[in-house]
């Protein structure tokens, strides 16, 4: 393991942040592309989620950026607005210390106008979707001239999901003297082509591939699609998993699947591309606070999902390609910790089942779906409740502030409080399911920054 202390050109101030944030060996993907990074070289890195990566390039983009200088110096794509929300709430941990750096998300979903505005003073750091960064680019609101660091994360999902005039139509607007950094969980033909037209002797980087899968427990059941159901219900009443993602290939079989697990009081909540993005972005910050045990999605939804310890990820229905089924289960042995992949099979998916065989290079290990529908129904319930506080960001409220609205004078112990969230104009704050009442009754009584906070127990999972 190497050390984050080793990288000399890292101002000591950061070394120290790294140290708080609990940031004290270098990953595979840091180790191998930081140095590059930072002596800005154009890098080309195969990593998946939970490897590192955003520490990675982030702390790269940290380090080129002139505060002084009031200008927008590096741009970073992602696919979705749950990730560009991710990516950005990291870079604003890593520049903790560096002081009057602005960084700005610009992802659809979002008023035009409150972004415009905030791009009156242009931002160090734009976070954000191609098609809203596009948008902005043609109004002529956002500038990219004097940009030195573009970030493309997860290039093969934004490739994948028809993105590519979109990024070479905002490259035509950036320097062509930059450093390019281009980060994939996969690594298809079109990304090698892609890396070609926009990078200039690329370091290639490549980390937890397929040889490093054995970790991960892989365990598949033949099931007809009616076994299916009765199936995942007797899995996570056996297992109890403390979280747990079901794939599905459709938004309809989602939210099937969410009511069924519902009505059997198990927690869950569905996550696709129909919810609004305000419902999304609740859904994503209940299952990550514990609010919620099962989140059943579609790998775009998924895409960008932020959790520090994922128990098990179940194939609802195998993905048509091998490559996403690798990416879908890495999310359940991040940063080398232990977790199991699920897949219910049916007939008609056997040939994907043989196609992820070839492509894994190793027979699939397979077991009777009868013991788990055996297995009788038990609830489920999450271990904690959420309440949603009228204020954010914007307010100037930080979660000590929440925390200590609700800890002082004779309020809550500080362990029945869990993961805070701020958000830009709501804040979202972790409560367990014995004390919430005792917390919205907390809020009523006090004031955060001077001002009366109304507060919601957002509904149940169940």
Not at 223 to 237: D, T
Not at 345 to 363: G, N, P, S, T, Y
Not at 384 to 408: E, F, S
Request: net charge neutral; hydrophobic share 40%; charged share 25%.
């Amino acid at each position: 393991m190497t050390a984050f202390s080793t990288l000399t050109s890292l101002p000591a101030s950061q070394i120290d942040n790294l140290t708080e944030l609990g940031y004290h060996s270098m990953t595979p993907v840091q180790a191998a592309s930081l140095p590059a990074i930072l002596a800005g070289r154009d890098v080309r890195a195969q990593a998946r989620t939970g490897s590192g990566k955003t520490a990675a390039f982030g702390l790269g983009v940290m380090h080129r950026i002139d505060v002084t200088q009031f200008t927008t110096q590096s741009l970073v794509l992602c696919p979705t607005r749950e990730l560009a929300d991710q990516v950005a709430k990291e870079l604003r941990r890593l520049a903790r210390f560096t002081a009057n750096i602005k960084i700005l998300t610009l992802c659809g979903g979002q008023p035009m106008g409150a972004q415009r505005d905030s791009l009156v003073h242009a931002p160090h750091i734009v976070v954000g979707t191609p098609g809203r960064i596009l948008d902005h680019l043609k109004r002529e609101t956002l500038k990219l001239e004097q940009v030195t660091t573009l970030v493309l994360d997860e290039a093969d999902r934004m490739l994948e999901m028809g993105f590519r005039e979109d990024i070479d139509a905002i490259i035509r607007y950036c320097p062509v003297e930059r450093q390019t950094l281009l980060f994939s969980a996969t690594w298809p033909q079109d990304m090698a082509k892609i890396s070609q037209s926009i990078q200039r002797d690329p370091l290639a980087v490549e980390t937890d591939v397929v040889s490093d899968l054995p970790a991960i427990e892989q365990v598949f059941y033949e099931a007809g699609p009616r076994e299916k159901l009765p199936a995942l219900i007797g899995l996570l009443s056996a297992k109890k998993p403390r979280s747990c993602v079901v794939f599905c290939n459709t938004k309809r079989e989602c939210d099937d699947i969410a009511h069924a697990l519902e009505s059997k009081e198990i927690s869950a909540l569905a996550l696709h591309g129909d919810l609004e993005q305000r419902d999304r972005d609740r859904v994503l910050i209940r299952f990550a606070n514990a609010s919620c045990r099962v989140l059943v999605a579609t790998d775009v939804a998924a895409r960008g999902l932020d959790i520090k310890s994922l128990e098990m990820v179940v194939n609802y229905q195998l993905s048509f390609d091998p490559e996403v089924h690798v990416h879908r289960i890495g999310r359940t042995a991040r940063a080398g910790e232990q977790g199991s992949a699920i897949s219910f099979v049916a007939a008609d998916e056997m040939i994907r089942a043989h196609a992820l065989e070839d492509f894994l290079q190793q027979k699939l290990s397979w077991k009777g779906v009868a013991e788990l529908k055996a297995v009788a129904s038990q609830p489920l319930p999450a271990e904690m409740a959420t309440l949603c506080l009228d204020g954010g960001r914007k307010a100037k409220i930080r979660p000590g502030d929440i925390l200590g609205a609700l800890t002082g004078d004779a309020g809550l112990k500080s362990e029945v409080i869990g993961k805070i969230d701020i958000a830009a104009t709501h804040a979202y704050v972790a409560i367990r399911h014995d004390s919430a009442r005792q917390a919205m009754k907390q809020l009523q009584q006090v004031k955060i920054k001077g001002k009366s906070c109304r507060a919601v127990l957002l509904k149940s999972a169940f």
